[in-house]
Protein backbone atom coordinates (compact mmCIF):
# COMPACT_ATOMS: atom_id res chain seq x y z
CA UNK A 1 0.00 0.00 0.00
CA UNK A 2 1.57 3.11 -1.00
CA UNK A 3 1.46 6.87 0.76
CA UNK A 4 -0.69 9.64 -0.22
CA UNK A 5 0.99 11.62 -2.77
CA UNK A 6 0.21 15.48 -2.71
CA UNK A 7 1.32 18.46 -5.60
CA UNK A 8 1.91 21.66 -4.35
CA UNK A 9 1.81 24.02 -6.86
CA UNK A 10 3.56 27.73 -6.07
CA UNK A 11 2.86 30.94 -7.31
CA UNK A 12 4.69 33.02 -9.99
CA UNK A 13 2.69 34.01 -13.03
CA UNK A 14 3.55 33.51 -16.15
CA UNK A 15 6.37 31.07 -14.54
CA UNK A 16 3.48 29.05 -13.27
CA UNK A 17 3.03 27.08 -16.66
CA UNK A 18 5.83 25.03 -15.80
CA UNK A 19 3.27 23.31 -13.69
CA UNK A 20 1.51 21.75 -17.18
CA UNK A 21 4.80 20.26 -18.08
CA UNK A 22 5.61 18.98 -14.45
CA UNK A 23 2.12 17.25 -14.24
CA UNK A 24 2.01 15.99 -18.10
CA UNK A 25 5.35 14.22 -17.10
CA UNK A 26 4.08 12.74 -13.71
CA UNK A 27 1.57 11.07 -15.34
CA UNK A 28 3.41 10.18 -17.93
CA UNK A 29 6.16 7.81 -15.67
CA UNK A 30 3.36 6.38 -14.09
CA UNK A 31 3.76 9.39 -10.68
CA UNK A 32 0.03 9.24 -8.81
CA UNK A 33 -1.22 12.27 -7.74
CA UNK A 34 -3.91 12.19 -5.02
CA UNK A 35 -4.17 15.33 -3.53
CA UNK A 36 -3.47 19.18 -4.97
CA UNK A 37 -3.14 22.59 -3.48
CA UNK A 38 -2.52 25.39 -5.55
CA UNK A 39 -1.71 29.33 -4.98
CA UNK A 40 -2.21 31.61 -7.66
CA UNK A 41 -1.10 30.15 -11.34
CA UNK A 42 -0.63 27.18 -9.49
CA UNK A 43 -4.27 26.74 -8.23
CA UNK A 44 -5.17 27.96 -12.16
CA UNK A 45 -3.10 24.71 -13.62
CA UNK A 46 -4.17 22.58 -10.50
CA UNK A 47 -7.38 23.57 -10.83
CA UNK A 48 -7.50 22.37 -14.55
CA UNK A 49 -6.14 19.11 -13.21
CA UNK A 50 -8.63 18.18 -10.62
CA UNK A 51 -11.07 18.82 -13.25
CA UNK A 52 -9.87 16.41 -15.54
CA UNK A 53 -9.22 18.32 -18.26
CA UNK A 54 -6.43 17.26 -20.69
CA UNK A 55 -3.19 19.54 -20.11
CA UNK A 56 -1.95 19.10 -23.95
CA UNK A 57 -5.63 20.99 -24.71
CA UNK A 58 -5.02 23.58 -22.31
CA UNK A 59 -1.93 24.54 -23.80
CA UNK A 60 -3.48 24.63 -26.77
CA UNK A 61 -6.65 27.10 -25.77
CA UNK A 62 -3.69 29.15 -24.20
CA UNK A 63 -1.40 29.82 -26.98
CA UNK A 64 -4.47 31.24 -29.22
CA UNK A 65 -5.75 33.71 -26.04
CA UNK A 66 -3.79 37.03 -26.16
CA UNK A 67 -4.50 36.22 -21.75
CA UNK A 68 -2.92 39.64 -21.00
CA UNK A 69 -5.38 41.64 -23.10
CA UNK A 70 -8.16 39.36 -22.23
CA UNK A 71 -7.59 39.64 -18.08
CA UNK A 72 -5.82 43.66 -18.71
CA UNK A 73 -3.01 42.19 -17.41
CA UNK A 74 -0.11 44.82 -18.34
CA UNK A 75 3.21 42.65 -19.96
CA UNK A 76 6.02 44.04 -17.87
CA UNK A 77 6.18 44.84 -14.78
CA UNK A 78 6.47 48.75 -14.97
CA UNK A 79 3.58 48.66 -17.12
CA UNK A 80 1.63 47.17 -14.14
CA UNK A 81 2.78 49.99 -11.61
CA UNK A 82 2.31 52.82 -13.87
CA UNK A 83 -1.12 51.32 -14.59
CA UNK A 84 -1.71 51.09 -10.63
CA UNK A 85 -0.21 54.92 -10.18
CA UNK A 86 -2.96 55.91 -12.25
CA UNK A 87 -5.94 53.72 -10.46
CA UNK A 88 -4.28 55.27 -7.39
CA UNK A 89 -4.82 58.79 -8.85
CA UNK A 90 -8.12 58.30 -10.52
CA UNK A 91 -9.43 56.85 -7.06
CA UNK A 92 -8.18 59.88 -5.44
CA UNK A 93 -9.38 62.25 -7.35
CA UNK A 94 -12.56 60.98 -8.28
CA UNK A 95 -13.49 58.21 -5.81
CA UNK A 96 -13.95 56.06 -8.20
CA UNK A 97 -13.28 52.87 -5.91
CA UNK A 98 -15.85 50.47 -4.49
CA UNK A 99 -15.06 47.40 -4.82
CA UNK A 100 -16.38 46.72 -1.60
CA UNK A 101 -20.14 47.58 -2.51
CA UNK A 102 -19.75 46.43 -6.73
CA UNK A 103 -18.17 43.69 -8.39
CA UNK A 104 -16.07 45.25 -11.11
CA UNK A 105 -15.89 44.65 -14.48
CA UNK A 106 -12.34 43.10 -14.64
CA UNK A 107 -13.29 40.31 -12.02
CA UNK A 108 -16.55 39.27 -13.97
CA UNK A 109 -13.28 39.52 -17.14
CA UNK A 110 -11.56 37.14 -14.74
CA UNK A 111 -14.44 34.48 -13.99
CA UNK A 112 -15.26 34.30 -17.77
CA UNK A 113 -11.62 33.67 -18.26
CA UNK A 114 -11.54 30.76 -15.31
CA UNK A 115 -14.88 28.92 -16.97
CA UNK A 116 -12.99 28.28 -19.67
CA UNK A 117 -11.26 25.63 -17.33
CA UNK A 118 -13.70 24.72 -14.34
CA UNK A 119 -17.34 25.64 -16.19
CA UNK A 120 -19.48 25.76 -12.81
CA UNK A 121 -18.05 23.03 -10.83
CA UNK A 122 -17.70 23.07 -7.53
CA UNK A 123 -14.53 21.97 -5.46
CA UNK A 124 -17.04 18.91 -4.49
CA UNK A 125 -17.43 17.51 -8.32
CA UNK A 126 -14.13 16.99 -8.40
CA UNK A 127 -12.16 13.88 -8.71
CA UNK A 128 -8.92 14.67 -7.27
CA UNK A 129 -9.33 16.77 -3.98
CA UNK A 130 -7.88 20.61 -4.38
CA UNK A 131 -6.79 23.37 -1.72
CA UNK A 132 -6.61 26.80 -3.14
CA UNK A 133 -4.99 29.45 -1.34
CA UNK A 134 -5.79 33.02 -1.03
CA UNK A 135 -5.00 36.11 1.34
CA UNK A 136 -7.40 38.37 3.13
CA UNK A 137 -6.45 42.21 2.24
CA UNK A 138 -8.01 43.11 5.55
CA UNK A 139 -6.07 41.12 8.21
CA UNK A 140 -3.35 39.62 5.95
CA UNK A 141 -4.83 35.66 7.20
CA UNK A 142 -4.26 32.70 4.87
CA UNK A 143 -7.31 31.48 3.62
CA UNK A 144 -7.79 27.81 2.36
CA UNK A 145 -10.51 27.56 0.21
CA UNK A 146 -11.83 23.87 -0.56
CA UNK A 147 -15.38 24.49 -0.85
CA UNK A 148 -18.04 26.08 -3.23
CA UNK A 149 -17.25 27.22 -6.83
CA UNK A 150 -14.18 26.66 -8.36
CA UNK A 151 -13.80 29.75 -10.70
CA UNK A 152 -14.43 32.23 -7.68
CA UNK A 153 -12.04 30.57 -5.47
CA UNK A 154 -8.96 30.32 -8.50
CA UNK A 155 -9.54 33.81 -9.01
CA UNK A 156 -9.74 35.42 -5.41
CA UNK A 157 -5.80 33.42 -5.16
CA UNK A 158 -4.98 34.95 -8.51
CA UNK A 159 -5.89 38.37 -7.79
CA UNK A 160 -2.81 40.13 -8.23
CA UNK A 161 -2.72 43.52 -6.12
CA UNK A 162 -3.30 46.75 -8.41
CA UNK A 163 -3.65 44.56 -11.10
CA UNK A 164 -7.64 43.09 -10.29
CA UNK A 165 -9.68 44.09 -7.41
CA UNK A 166 -10.35 41.45 -4.29
CA UNK A 167 -12.90 39.12 -4.96
CA UNK A 168 -15.28 39.12 -2.62
CA UNK A 169 -15.73 35.23 -1.16
CA UNK A 170 -17.29 34.03 2.52
CA UNK A 171 -17.49 37.79 3.59
CA UNK A 172 -13.89 38.31 3.12
CA UNK A 173 -12.25 40.08 0.26
CA UNK A 174 -9.50 38.27 -0.98
CA UNK A 175 -6.47 38.42 -2.81
CA UNK A 176 -3.33 36.64 -4.49
CA UNK A 177 -2.81 33.97 -1.79
CA UNK A 178 1.60 33.92 -2.90
CA UNK A 179 1.55 37.01 -0.40
CA UNK A 180 0.78 34.53 2.28
CA UNK A 181 1.78 31.37 1.20
CA UNK A 182 3.42 30.79 -2.44
CA UNK A 183 4.30 27.08 -2.16
CA UNK A 184 1.07 25.57 -0.17
CA UNK A 185 2.94 22.51 0.94
CA UNK A 186 1.02 22.70 4.14
CA UNK A 187 -2.31 22.48 2.85
CA UNK A 188 -1.40 19.26 0.82
CA UNK A 189 -0.69 17.83 4.00
CA UNK A 190 -3.46 19.21 5.83
CA UNK A 191 -5.58 16.90 3.15
CA UNK A 192 -3.50 14.02 3.99
CA UNK A 193 -0.72 14.01 1.46
CA UNK A 194 2.06 11.65 3.28
CA UNK A 195 4.54 12.95 0.57
CA UNK A 196 4.74 16.42 -0.87
CA UNK A 197 6.02 17.44 -4.56
CA UNK A 198 6.49 20.74 -4.38
CA UNK A 199 6.79 23.01 -7.44
CA UNK A 200 8.86 26.46 -6.79
CA UNK A 201 8.53 28.91 -9.60
CA UNK A 202 9.69 31.71 -8.11
CA UNK A 203 12.28 34.13 -9.91
CA UNK A 204 15.35 34.93 -8.31
CA UNK A 205 16.52 38.55 -6.62
CA UNK A 206 17.96 40.99 -9.32
CA UNK A 207 21.79 40.86 -8.91
CA UNK A 208 21.45 44.59 -10.69
CA UNK A 209 19.37 47.06 -8.54
CA UNK A 210 19.99 50.27 -10.42
CA UNK A 211 17.13 52.71 -10.31
CA UNK A 212 14.25 53.64 -7.31
CA UNK A 213 11.64 51.76 -8.64
CA UNK A 214 14.23 48.48 -9.02
CA UNK A 215 14.61 49.09 -5.33
CA UNK A 216 10.91 48.81 -4.82
CA UNK A 217 10.77 46.01 -6.70
CA UNK A 218 13.54 44.19 -4.93
CA UNK A 219 12.53 44.86 -1.23
CA UNK A 220 9.15 42.92 -2.06
CA UNK A 221 11.29 40.16 -3.70
CA UNK A 222 13.46 39.54 -0.94
CA UNK A 223 10.57 39.47 1.88
CA UNK A 224 8.73 37.15 -0.54
CA UNK A 225 11.83 34.88 -0.37
CA UNK A 226 12.83 34.96 2.82
CA UNK A 227 8.88 34.44 4.10
CA UNK A 228 9.20 31.08 1.40
CA UNK A 229 12.80 30.10 2.60
CA UNK A 230 11.28 30.35 6.18
CA UNK A 231 8.16 27.39 5.03
CA UNK A 232 10.33 25.78 3.27
CA UNK A 233 12.94 25.36 6.33
CA UNK A 234 9.52 24.45 8.46
CA UNK A 235 8.07 21.37 6.12
CA UNK A 236 11.48 19.79 5.54
CA UNK A 237 11.63 19.38 9.52
CA UNK A 238 7.85 18.23 9.23
CA UNK A 239 8.35 15.84 5.89
CA UNK A 240 12.13 15.30 5.91
CA UNK A 241 12.91 13.33 2.66
CA UNK A 242 9.08 12.81 1.71
CA UNK A 243 9.19 16.53 0.86
CA UNK A 244 10.51 16.55 -2.75
CA UNK A 245 11.26 20.10 -4.65
CA UNK A 246 10.98 20.51 -8.06
CA UNK A 247 12.61 24.11 -9.56
CA UNK A 248 11.85 24.49 -13.64
CA UNK A 249 14.51 27.06 -14.97
CA UNK A 250 12.41 29.62 -15.36
CA UNK A 251 14.47 32.34 -14.14
CA UNK A 252 14.06 33.93 -17.88
CA UNK A 253 10.49 34.61 -17.88
CA UNK A 254 8.75 37.60 -16.43
CA UNK A 255 6.17 37.67 -14.04
CA UNK A 256 3.51 38.95 -16.50
CA UNK A 257 4.48 37.49 -19.81
CA UNK A 258 1.44 35.39 -20.12
CA UNK A 259 1.97 35.32 -23.96
CA UNK A 260 5.24 32.78 -23.56
CA UNK A 261 4.36 29.11 -22.67
CA UNK A 262 6.42 26.77 -24.73
CA UNK A 263 9.68 27.93 -22.54
CA UNK A 264 8.25 27.28 -18.77
CA UNK A 265 5.97 23.91 -19.83
CA UNK A 266 9.71 22.80 -21.45
CA UNK A 267 11.80 23.31 -18.31
CA UNK A 268 8.66 21.84 -16.01
CA UNK A 269 9.14 18.71 -17.69
CA UNK A 270 12.43 19.07 -18.16
CA UNK A 271 13.01 19.13 -13.90
CA UNK A 272 10.21 17.15 -13.55
CA UNK A 273 11.70 14.39 -15.71
CA UNK A 274 15.36 15.05 -13.55
CA UNK A 275 13.75 14.41 -10.28
CA UNK A 276 11.42 10.89 -11.50
CA UNK A 277 14.62 8.78 -10.03
CA UNK A 278 14.24 10.48 -6.81
CA UNK A 279 10.37 10.47 -6.32
CA UNK A 280 10.06 6.52 -7.32
CA UNK A 281 12.40 5.87 -4.71
CA UNK A 282 11.13 7.75 -1.92
CA UNK A 283 7.48 6.58 -2.99
CA UNK A 284 8.76 2.81 -3.13
CA UNK A 285 10.51 3.45 0.41
CA UNK A 286 7.62 4.57 2.24
CA UNK A 287 5.05 1.96 0.84
CA UNK A 288 3.92 -0.87 2.34
CA UNK A 289 3.49 -4.30 0.98
CA UNK A 290 -0.31 -5.57 0.21
CA UNK A 291 -1.11 -7.97 2.65
CA UNK A 292 -1.19 -11.41 1.34
CA UNK A 293 -4.16 -13.64 1.19
CA UNK A 294 -4.53 -16.74 4.16
CA UNK A 295 -5.22 -19.98 2.08
CA UNK A 296 -6.93 -22.25 4.17
CA UNK A 297 -5.28 -25.47 4.18
CA UNK A 298 -7.67 -28.40 2.50
CA UNK A 299 -7.64 -31.35 4.73
CA UNK A 300 -5.31 -34.17 3.79
CA UNK A 301 -7.66 -37.26 1.62
Known amino acids: MRPVIGLALGGGGARGYAHIGV ?24 GAYACGLDLYKIEKILKNLDVNKLLGIPDTTLRGIESL ?15 RIH ?17 ERSFEDLSVPLSVVACDIDTGEEVVLRSGKLYRAIAASMAFPGVHPPVS ?27 VIAVDVGAPLNPHVTTSLDVLIQSNAI ?40 LPVREG ?5 EKLGLIKEIIAKYSEPLPQPTLDKQPAT
Do not use: C
Open 85 to 99: AGKTASEYLFKKADW
Open 103 to 119: EPLSLKQLYAFLQLFTG
Open 23 to 46: IRTLLAHGVPIDVVAGTSMGAVIG
Open 269 to 273: EHATS
Open 223 to 262: TSQELVRLKLELMHQRLGEKLIIIRPRVDRIKLFQLRQLD
Open 169 to 195: LGGRFLVDGGLVNKIPIDAAVAMGAQI
